[in-house]
């Protein structure tokens, strides 16, 4: 294997940045092991335990659901617990199925011989981007733009809950909303963008690679002239897609808890946050759709002239002359000239897109699965399952 050859296996998305190197130096975590459980165990326990160890002195964690307390808030639960554990428990998964995808352009091989240094640049370009702190100071600051507009809606509150207390004084934040705030938002907000750039940085490695000289063949068995395999990764991001599912269900929920959302108005979120989810993830396999286009067009011209030589000469074999055109300068016999109709049908059979319907199937499952969880506090399930079953069976 060459140098080239191994860099190309390099590309980690969960490693580097700024913030993985405090937590190295924390030790919360080594270069050779993100210890993800242990870690996204203490990052709930800051998040979400402390607020509700606060709350519970306070006497805001359990009750009656009209006095929202804490342990009621669906918010709290799919941000602070649900959201921010998935998010770091993702990392390993997300990290050796981009890996392995990665690595298969290697494997097969799919890049030409020439193509193996610019891809171990691309991985180095890819790197840079991810480890470049730019990226995570401006995460940061979305955070804390985030927390501070949550403060204000805090304080706008006209009903107490286990955020806010409401006295002829005004609203008053509980220390459990202040810690939530100040800390339990920010990360949630960091942790999520900081995700949703390693997508980018993905999606541009992969626009880098379609751009190489690529070793592809119409008759591929997989249909996509061998890049089927590209296709499967969003589902690596299936956890992430689930914990963002979880977060806009809890809204949903809480919507039509007070009679805020209307059932039709229900199904169209549904519909639309499914088909932002599979364009977001889709997006960079289209990528590849300029290469696989081309080899299809290429191939069909190619085997067509094949074909009008091989079926004339068979022509003249079996009728003694050409019907069209009878005179033909150099007559061969057809036996001389390979019948390309299996790869004429191959190349007419292509796909020049990478997405498919069951390759999305558990990527569209994460996406719309905690919606319907939401819509069944108060809709039939009867119903929902006929929306489901007409978004999943698109």
């Known amino acids: 294997m060459t140098a080239e050859d191994s860099k190309i296996g390099e590309f980690l998305a969960a490693r580097g940045g700024p913030f993985f190197e405090l937590q190295k130096r924390l030790r919360l975590l080594r270069e050779d092991a993100l210890r993800s459980g242990t870690r996204a165990a203490l990052f709930v326990a800051v998040a979400w335990g402390v607020p509700l160890v606060l709350s519970l002195l306070a006497g805001d964690a359990y009750g009656p659901i009209a006095d929202d307390p804490f342990l009621l808030a669906p918010g709290v639960w799919t941000r602070f617990f649900i959201a921010i554990g998935l998010f ?8 050796e199925r981009l890996r392995l995808h990665l690595a298969q352009f290697a494997r097969a091989p799919l890049l030409a011989p020439e193509s193996f240094e610019p891809a171990a640049d691309a991985v180095n370009k890819a790197l840079k981007r991810r480890d470049g702190p730019l990226a995570e100071a401006i995460f940061l600051l979305i955070a804390v733009g985030l927390t501070i507009l949550s403060l204000l809606n805090a304080q706008n509150a006209e009903t107490s809950s286990w955020a806010v207390h409401i006295s002829a004084d005004g609203a008053t934040l509980t220390a459990a909303a202040w810690w939530c705030i100040v800390i339990s938002s920010p990360i949630f907000w960091f942790l999520l963008f900081r995700w949703l750039w390693r997508m980018v940085v993905w999606a541009l490695l992969l626009r880098d690679i379609a751009a190489l000289e690529l070793r592809l063949v119409v008759s591929h068995p997989d249909g996509n002239a061998g ?3 590209v296709g499967q990764y969003p589902n690596a991001y299936a956890t992430f897609v689930f914990a963002l599912s979880c977060v806009l269900a809890a809204g949903i929920a809480e919507e039509l808890l007070i009679g805020g959302l209307a059932p039709a108005t229900y199904g169209y979120i549904m519909a639309g946050w499914l088909l932002l ?25 190619i085997c067509s002239s094949q074909a009008t030589r091989h079926h004339r000469a068979a022509e003249r074999a079996l009728l003694g002359r050409n019907m069209s055109a009878t005179e033909d300068a150099e007559p061969t016999p057809a036996a001389d000239i390979p019948d390309p109709s299996k790869q004429y049908a191959a190349a007419k059979k292509l796909s020049t897109l990478l997405i498919s319907r069951t390759a999305l199937l558990p990527v ?19 119903e929902l399952f006929k929306v489901v079953k007409r978004l999943l069976l698109f």
């Open 88 to 95: 770091i428990l993702m990392e390993r998964q997300v990290e």
């Open 227 to 229: 890049l089927a395999f």
């Open 277 to 301: 989810v599979l364009a977001v993830v889709a997006f960079p396999l289209q990528a590849f759709s300029k290469p696989l286009s081309e080899l299809k067009e290429r191939t069909l011209l």
């Open 364 to 382: 569209s499952a994460a996406a719309v699965v905690p919606l319907m969880i939401a819509g069944a506090t108060q809709l039939p399930i009867k």
